[in-house]
């Protein structure tokens, strides 16, 4: 670089590698929604991603830009007393916007061409080591799921008998994906599962989404393809590994609920309740640890032994006792709840008590007198509505006996006591009477 009037531009870029979903269809044991759901042999639909990106197919753009002037630092004396050049955080500027798109972590070191020429060997270069990579495994049980409402919103049916299971991915890599069993015959949208899943990573992974994608699936194609999503949420895991990397010790999230949705009904409020733990790999090593269905085996270490899921039974004929079990147990845990939110507020009884033990008779008989005049002043004013019904009644019934009779009365009268008119009588008898 040529000083003065020297200046380095630094530009950052941000590289596509794309990636392809190419819809397929082949024959497989489908779903005919046009016969309630009945099983055919049919063609089903699919989505086959490619990645573009791994065949060398990708394109860059330009985020932002930034510009050093070396001017102010080679003949800054202050700049150059430094025994190391500090390290700068520059904003990155785009062409076709005034506002920044992030920041750069630079240092920059000047050296005169004459003294390196001279002495090469005294002003070796920073060295420059990546931090040191670190095997954890990533644990995340799930325990239960509640208030799963879509199968019923969707169906209107009260009587469906939903299967839930819960679809977990880390990150973006399809070998990371893992889900639980089938909880089946749901008849509330709960289910129960008690189900460890576990990855194992290299830390720190600069390629790693630190995202758990939730997702919880009605199974309605025995779990292979075109389940229906109930709900989703995405869970940010960064700071649970960062902290992990730095401490290097075991880290636990206990048991705690997470809200999911869903993008198509607003109306969905699922709950899922799941716990988290990072361990180091040689306290792996040191405790055993079972997944999926030998999370329930005794055969590992006893902090890790999961209980089994209380699940639903359908009613049957030939054993009805699961069925009136599990009622019964769901009815008593319910009942239970409520209780124990109820008995939150029974500390306010007996501050109640003694408040109306501490309060002045006065104050008794005040309230008493104000009761009193409300209590008269509603008697009276209903009595005196009475009164004026009564006394219009009566004013009608007196207006009805002084008004002469109709001719419309008259011969309505005649009817009921069977007295024939003037015009139906015969001549002879007219005479005769």
């Not at 889900?179 to 709960?190: F, I, L, Q």
């Not at 009644?393 to 002084?402: C, G, L, P, T």
């Not at 008004?403 to 009268?413: I, K, N, V």
Request: with cysteine; charged share 25%.
């Amino acid at each position: 670089v040529s000083m003065p009037g020297g200046a380095l531009r630094i530009e950052v870029r941000n590289k596509t590698l794309p990636r392809a979903r190419v819809p397929v269809s082949y024959p497989w044991y489908v779903r005919d929604e046009a016969t309630s759901g009945a099983r055919r042999v049919g063609l089903q639909h699919d989505v086959l991603e490619v990645n573009l990106g791994a065949l060398g197919l990708g394109w860059n753009s330009e985020i932002g830009t930034t510009t050093l002037d070396l001017d102010l630092r080679w003949y800054s004396a202050s700049w150059r007393a430094l025994r190391r050049s500090p390290v700068e955080t520059r904003h990155l500027w785009p062409r076709d916007s005034p506002n920044s798109k992030g920041t750069l972590e630079l240092f920059v070191e000047l050296l005169s061409e004459a003294e390196l020429t001279a002495r090469p060997w005294a002003f070796p270069p920073v060295p420059f080591e990546l931090p040191r990579r670190r095997r954890f495994m990533l644990r995340c049980v799930v325990f239960d799921v509640t208030d799963c409402t879509l199968p019923w919103i969707i169906t209107q049916d009260p009587n469906v008998l939903a299967d839930l299971y819960v679809f977990v991915q880390l990150g973006n890599d399809a070998a990371h994906e893992r889900r639980t069993d089938v909880c089946r015959y749901s008849p509330d949208g709960s289910a129960e599962f008690n189900w460890r899943m576990g990855w194992w990573l290299s830390l720190p992974d600069a390629s790693l989404a630190a995202r758990l994608r939730l997702q919880i699936y009605q199974d309605t194609a025995f779990g292979v393809a075109g389940d229906r999503l109930c709900a989703a949420a995405d869970l940010d895991v960064r700071a649970l590994l960062d902290e992990a990397l730095v401490r290097g010790e075991p880290l636990v999230k206990r048991k705690q609920p997470v809200s999911l949705r869903h993008p198509a009904f607003p109306e969905i409020d699922t709950r899922l309740q799941l716990a988290l733990e990072i361990v180091p790999e040689h306290v792996v090593l040191a405790k055993s640890c079972l997944y999926g269905k030998r999370g329930y085996e005794l055969t590992q270490d006893a902090d890790y032994v999961l209980p089994r899921p209380f699940r639903p039974a359908v009613f049957s004929l030939v054993n009805p006792s699961p069925f009136f079990s599990y009622t019964m147990v769901k009815l008593a845990n319910r009942v239970n709840f409520e209780v124990m939110s109820v008995s939150l507020l029974l500390p306010f009884v007996p501050l109640v008590l003694q408040f109306i033990a501490w309060t002045p008779w006065q104050w008794y008989a005040l309230g008493g007198a104000l009761g009193l005049v409300v209590f008269l002043r509603v008697f009276l004013l209903e009595q005196h509505r009475r009164d004026a019904i009564l006394a219009q009644q009566r004013e009608r019934a007196a207006k009805a006996v002084e008004a002469p009779p109709s001719d419309l009365a008259q011969t309505a009268l005649r009817r009921v006591l069977g007295a024939p008119r003037a015009a139906d009588v015969p001549e002879s008898s007219a005479v005769e009477r």
